[in-house]
């Protein structure tokens, strides 16, 4: 996959994202990836877990909210692994997620990032290339 193909496809995770944020709470890490997220255009109920009490913490806010969550970790080990803690808490609760965000923005981005907090700058990247073209 070439960068042009890689900023279409990118596009239109963002787009998804964008669409199901206005009736799910966004799981994050921290508030770098809420920074990130916000100068891509994307924004509604964000939950910073790290800074929110943890795991079980962001599960119960999401179960009160009344609505699913997008589980929006890192891809690097510890995200990984809060990824699968926040299913494991979901789970638990009854409350749906979609973690497929996730996963297909770990593999557009993959090769150039690990975290969400650098998507706004993978996309000035993957535009600026797309423009060299």
Not at 96 to 115: E, H, I, N, W
């Amino acid at each position: 996959m070439n960068d042009e193909e890689r900023l279409e496809k990118f596009g239109e995770v963002l787009d998804r994202l964008e669409e199901l944020s206005s009736d799910h709470v966004i799981l994050v890490e921290g508030n770098k990836d809420v920074s990130a997220l916000s100068n891509l255009g994307i924004s509604g109920d964000i939950f910073c877990v790290q800074s929110g009490g943890g795991p079980v913490k962001a599960a119960e806010y999401v179960w009160r909210s009344g609505k699913e969550a997008i589980i929006l970790t890192d891809w690097d080990d510890r995200g990984r692994s809060l990824a699968r803690q926040l299913r494991e808490n979901l789970r638990s609760l009854g409350v749906g997620y979609d973690d497929s965000v996730r996963s297909d923005l770990a593999f557009l981005t993959r090769m150039y990032s690990k975290d969400v907090e650098s998507l706004d700058s993978i996309m000035v990247l993957l535009n600026d290339r797309a423009e060299e073209v």
